[in-house]
Each structure stands twice: as C-alpha cells, then as structure tokens.
C-alpha cells in the first residue's frame, strides 16, 4: 500500500518531535543535576506541549513529545547496570537506537499528520 505524500492530505514537513524522559517517575536519584535535567524535561509533557499543538496546527505543524526507554549504547556499558535494568522491562530487553529512529521517522512522515499533542512512551514497558 502507498500512501501519497500530496497536499490534498494535510501533509506538512513542519513537525516537531521532542524528547523528554520516562525516567523522571522511577527515578531514585540524589544527583540534584540529573534530577533537574530530568524534571526540566517534564516540562514538555501535558499542557505546554498540547499548547503547542494548537498554536501550530492551523499551519500543519505537529508537536508530539516522546519518551524513550532505557535503550542499548555505548554510554551504558556497564553490565550490571544493564541486567539490572533489564529486570525491569516487560518485555525484558532494552531498547534499540533505530527502533526510537523510526518512532521519530515516523512522527515526521505524512502518515502521521494526525498525530500532534501527544507523549508517546517507548519504553518497554519499563513503567508497565
């Protein structure tokens, strides 16, 4: 099936995709830095980002927040950290780099016009 990329659906190329963090309700940390970075990133989520939606959509821009997981790099290579972590994915693995790039590729494409206010968990189900 192809789906055509024409005006005559809505379709713009103006989207934005911002990420925020999941982490934010589990974490257990001290690290005031860390923490901050991660409440600040919150922000984004609920109403600003809704906000934005509806400032942006009369001019075919989407806004959609998502939330990744813990996810498989070469920043966390630590191996008890990473079983560790795994024990608390559902789906008992962590994430990968291009499964979050096609999340993000697809919020972008034409299929996706009608998405926009959203925060989209993916996650694992790390906080299933």
């Known amino acids: 099936m192809t789906i055509p990329s024409t005006i005559s659906i809505g379709w713009s190329p103006s ?5 925020s963090s999941p982490q934010k309700r589990r974490s257990r940390t001290s690290r005031a830095v860390v923490a901050l970075s991660l409440r600040g990133a919150s922000l ?3 109403p600003p980002s809704r906000g934005l939606a509806r400032d942006l959509g009369p001019r075919a821009i989407t806004v959609n927040v998502i939330q990744p997981g813990p996810t498989e790099t070469d920043m966390n ?8 972590l795994r024990t608390l994915m559902a789906i008992g ?4 780099d291009v499964e979050i790039a096609s999340l993000v590729a697809y919020l972008a494409s034409p299929p996706a016009s009608f998405i926009t206010g959203s925060a989209i ?8």
């Open 15 to 19: 989207t934005f995709v911002l990420c």
């Open 44 to 46: 984004l989520i609920g």
């Open 77 to 84: 290579a630590n191996p008890a950290v990473i079983d560790t």
């Open 93 to 96: 693995r962590m994430g990968k």
């Open 121 to 128: 968990t993916i996650d694992g189900g790390y906080l299933a």
